[in-house]
Nanobody, 127 residues
Framework: QVQLVESGGGLVQAGGSLRLSCAAS????????MAWFRQAPGKEREFVAA????????VVADSMKGRFTISRDNAKNTVYLQMNTLKPEDTALYYC????????????????????WGQGTQVTVSS
């Protein structure tokens, strides 16, 4: 089992920045591909970004490229999501997810491939 706890959400004005954190416990963090997803009210959950177990590879959703950055610190068992130039449409509940890597690691945007999920942290961007 992997336990994931997100933090860092809050209320921010449009154009502002936030950094989300996700602390993991329970297993060897460096064995897991990590990702962020988000879900806005009335909408389906969508992929935001993912990072490989070593941190060397990242994938960011096209609509967020240039504004959002994912990173991880394996010594701290933590994955981060730096969000800049926030827009009201970024308002959502942001979830952290983990997927145990296989022999060939796939940094995937498919939420069905992730096994463990946090409870989410709310991000609200005011106009």
């Amino acid at each position: 089992q992997v336990q994931l706890v997100e933090s860092g959400g809050g209320l921010v004005q449009a154009g502002g920045s936030l950094r989300l954190s996700c602390a993991a416990s329970g297993r060897t963090f460096s064995d897991y591909t990590m990702a962020w997803f988000r879900q806005a009210p009335g909408k389906e959950r969508e992929f935001v970004a993912a990072v490989s177990s070593s941190g060397s590879r990242t994938v960011v959703a096209d609509s967020m490229k240039g504004r959002f950055t994912i990173s991880r610190d394996n010594a701290k068992n933590t994955v981060y999501l730096q969000m800049n130039t926030l827009k009201p449409e970024d308002t959502a509940l942001y979830y952290c997810a983990a997927r145990r890597k296989s022999t060939i690691e796939v940094v995937t945007n498919n939420e069905a491939r992730y096994d463990y999920w946090g409870q989410g942290t709310q991000v609200t961007v005011s106009s």
